[in-house]
């Protein structure tokens, strides 16, 4: 079974600020991970993706995200904070095969103040 | 990149009114789908699993007979909300599991989404 841990439903920054979502995991097998941020009444969009390699893993928009095995973590992180970057934040794991089922966690809304 | 087309983004019915959700990858082959319903300042809870070609894998507490899901073709794959109540009315979105066809089972490049429907049943 697989689970994720997002901790803090709210995040607030300054504008210019370092933003820092957190993300823990629970999983029988390094999973893979997954980052996606909804705007509102839109879908989710893919904002990075960890499967194999490199564990510090670039995305769209400036954000990065890095897998810790010891600590499994992928924690989101962008130096400065845009306005634009308003939005709720997703974590997610997927089995490595089988059905792929993918296990979300409940989100983060990110807050940006001017 | 993988691109998801979901129809309509909003749809107002009437009480006991069926609607129909039409989900459709538009530059890759989706062999199987996921159905979401999010509600509000919520995550997405999974409806079901479509599977091209074979009956859809609905999740414990879901009405198969409410939520029909139909996976005819690579591309496209419906939910249709038969009967619907006030307390249907929710956001759903579906999602296709992109891969890339590379060796047996193909490489997993994660879920591409629709951009939602928000259903409101008066």
């Known amino acids: 079974a697989q689970s994720v841990t997002q901790l803090g439903s709210h995040v607030s920054v300054s504008e210019g600020a370092l933003v820092l979502l957190r993300c823990n995991y629970s999983?029988?097998?390094?999973?893979?991970l997954f980052w996606y941020v909804q705007y509102p009444n839109q879908g989710l969009q893919l904002l990075l993706k960890?499967?194999?390699?490199?564990?510090l893993v670039k995305g769209i928009n400036g954000f990065e995200a890095e897998f810790k095995k010891s600590e499994t973590s992928f924690h989101l992180t962008k130096p400065s904070a845009h306005m634009s970057d308003a939005a709720e934040y997703f974590c997610?794991?997927?089995?490595?095969?089988?059905?792929?089922?993918?296990?979300f966690g409940r989100g983060t809304s990110l807050i940006v103040h001017p | 990149g993988a691109v998801v087309s979901q129809h309509p983004s909003r749809v107002i019915c009437k009480s006991g009114t069926s609607v129909k959700i039409e989900c459709r990858s538009l530059?890759?082959?989706?062999?199987?789908m996921f159905w979401y319903r999010q509600f509000p300042k919520q995550s997405l809870m999974l409806m079901a699993t479509?599977?091209?070609?074979?009956?859809?894998?609905?999740e414990q507490g879901v009405e198969k007979d409410k939520f029909l899901i139909n996976h005819a073709s690579l591309t496209l794959s419906t939910l249709t909300v038969t009967s619907a109540h006030p307390e249907d009315s929710s956001f759903y979105i579906c999602?296709?599991?992109?891969?890339?066809?590379?060796?047996?089972?193909?490489?997993?490049?994660?879920?591409?989404f629709g951009s939602g429907t928000r259903l409101t049943v008066v």
């Open positions: 999602s296709a599991r992109d891969v890339k066809p590379e060796g047996w089972g193909g490489r997993h490049l994660g879920y591409t």
């Open positions: 999983s029988s097998v390094p999973p893979y």
């Open positions: 960890y499967t194999t390699g490199a564990t």
């Open positions: 997610a794991v997927s089995p490595t095969g089988g059905s792929y089922i993918p296990t």
């Open positions: 530059d890759f082959q989706a062999t199987t």
């Open positions: 479509s599977n091209e070609g074979s009956k859809a894998t609905y």
